[in-house]
């Protein structure tokens, strides 16, 4: 990587400069917040060097900085890598808020993706709460109020059925033999491949949609037709891997790479035996198999099934979300979730965290019907105002008053905002599907939307609160 260090200006930088070209207002509020919080910049560049025998060898790549800059602005434009590579070797504005200037451009996307990649989740949620810290002491955020609401941020597969699950396993399992074979041809001899066979009784299956196809013989015969594929393509990759521990080849760069190939095989040969299993209970035992057995693909096999009861998605798959966000819009506090817990258990933890971020409870804690339970109910016993309905029974003359409250609508209202949050979030920081891979990146990929949100609202509030100093500092008109 690139050592941080301050670049002279050219005379192409010292020419657009005297033509009066600057950053756009936010993205100059939220240049000259960072360039106020140095801690971020060492945050990153510890990822960036780690593991590292000596950072002073090698390609110089992009500096600490760099990444920093580069990474928020993926995320606030929510550009792919090849465009945010194309878009700052073009604009000379995006090369002054990134720190490259009149500094060469990578000429690759994918050496942005593989700095991206080297950020961690734990430095992404350290950088998260540095940026909060940030607003609170420049005055622009107290903790006094949060709202909270959950959602789902979708993993990136199609939708899952067992026939498709089986196919995509026998397809993936079939390609890396293949792959496997091209280095060491002695190892495959042997292997059955049936990706021709499996997919067709995937597609047969597929087209039995109807309630009285899926009643005749056929269409278990085709399932057991294609577990039969499974099963063997699964016994002939355990014996190819099996024969490739065994040969010795005389190319290193090869042996690593059959060993890396080994070790993907047995991986998806292993969730292909989960795959195989729920399917057995489901078609032939006629068992309803508990959602948290099940594999909902073999490339995401973290995504979680989450029932919300929304008319239009009646199932969705990915992680569930909980966010808090401030007053101002900040997002204090997010978490992604194990299954679909009730959003009720989220209050004791979330009031926790915020205390250990502001060093104190909010007096006004909002949020829907989902979050009223027993936690709530203790919150408010130390002091905290929770604008929360009442999410079933009958209401007592004391609740139906409080609900009525002034306090209480107004609290309503205040909630409602997270809403829209939510829907910036996946409108416009590209938080509503997760295109990367794992269950870290994909974490990794929430914070970094929560990230770019953050500092376009301090840089919005900065930007409002200048302007008002700016009026107030206007002579009056006689």
């Known amino acids: 990587m690139r050592e941080r260090h301050i ?12 033509q009066g070209i600057h950053l756009e207002p936010l993205l100059a509020r939220i240049s000259g917040f960072l360039d106020r919080q140095p801690e971020l910049i060492a945050l990153v560049e510890k990822d960036l060097v780690r593991d590292l025998k000596d950072r002073r060898r090698g390609r110089q790549g992009l500096s ?3 990444v920093l800059r580069s990474f928020v602005l993926q995320r606030i434009k929510s550009w792919p890598y090849r465009e945010l590579r194309e878009r700052i070797a073009d604009g000379y504005t995006l090369r002054r808020f990134t720190r490259f200037d009149s500094q060469p451009v990578p000429r690759r996307a994918d050496a942005f993706q593989r700095s991206f990649s080297r950020l961690r989740r734990e430095t992404v949620d350290e950088l998260n709460r540095a940026v909060v810290r940030g607003a609170v002491g420049l005055g622009l955020e107290d903790g006094s109020q949060l709202r909270v609401d959950t959602t789902v941020v979708e993993s990136d597969i199609h939708y899952p059925t067992d026939s498709t699950l089986l196919w995509d396993g026998v397809r993936v399992i079939c390609r890396l033999v293949e792959q496997l074979g091209e280095r060491a041809p002695e190892v495959v001899q042997g292997f059955s491949d049936h990706r021709r066979r499996a997919r067709r009784r995937m597609q047969e299956i597929s087209r039995m949609r109807d309630r009285q196809g899926k009643r005749l013989r056929s269409w278990r015969r085709k399932y057991r037709d294609l577990l039969w594929v499974s099963q063997e393509v699964r016994r002939s990759a355990a014996e190819v891997v099996e024969r490739a521990h065994s040969v010795k080849l ?30 057995r209970r489901r078609v032939f ?18 995504t979680d099934l989450i029932k919300r009861g929304k008319a239009r998605k009646p199932v969705e798959f990915g992680h569930k979300v909980f966010f808090a966000e401030s007053r101002i819009g900040l997002i204090t506090d997010y978490q992604i979730l194990d299954g679909n817990p009730p ?24 949020g829907d019907r989902g979050f009223d339970g027993a936690q709530a109910h203790q919150a408010e016993t130390r002091g905290v105002t929770m604008c929360i309905p009442q999410r079933g029974g ?67 509030q900065l930007e409002r609160k200048a302007r008002r100093k700016a009026q107030a500092d206007l002579p009056l008109a006689a």
């Not at 002279?8 to 400069?17: G, I, K, M, P």
């Open 7 to 18: 670049t002279q200006r050219s005379f192409a930088d010292l020419e657009f400069y005297f």
């Open 64 to 66: 600490a900085e760099q």
């Open 250 to 279: 005389a190319d290193l760069f090869d042996a690593l790479i059959v060993d890396e190939l080994a070790k993907e095989i047995v991986r998806y040969s292993t969730l292909l035996e989960r795959v195989m299993d729920q399917t």
């Open 285 to 302: 035992a006629e068992e309803t198999v508990p959602s948290d057995e099940k594999v909902y693909s073999i490339f995401e096999p973290h």
């Open 343 to 366: 959003d009720e258990r989220q209050v004791e933890d979330s009031l926790k965290r915020h205390a250990g971020l502001f060093g104190h409870l909010p007096d006004l804690y909002a």
């Open 394 to 460: 009958q209401r007592t003359p004391e609740r139906s008053a409080h609900e009525k409250s002034r306090r209480f609508k107004s609290g309503q209202r205040f909630r409602a905002g997270i809403e829209g949050r939510i829907s910036v979030l996946f409108r416009g920081r590209g938080m509503k599907r997760c295109r990367l891979e794992g269950r870290e990146r994909f974490e990794t990929f929430v914070a970094a939307a929560v990230l770019a949100n953050n500092l376009l609202v301090i840089a919005a």
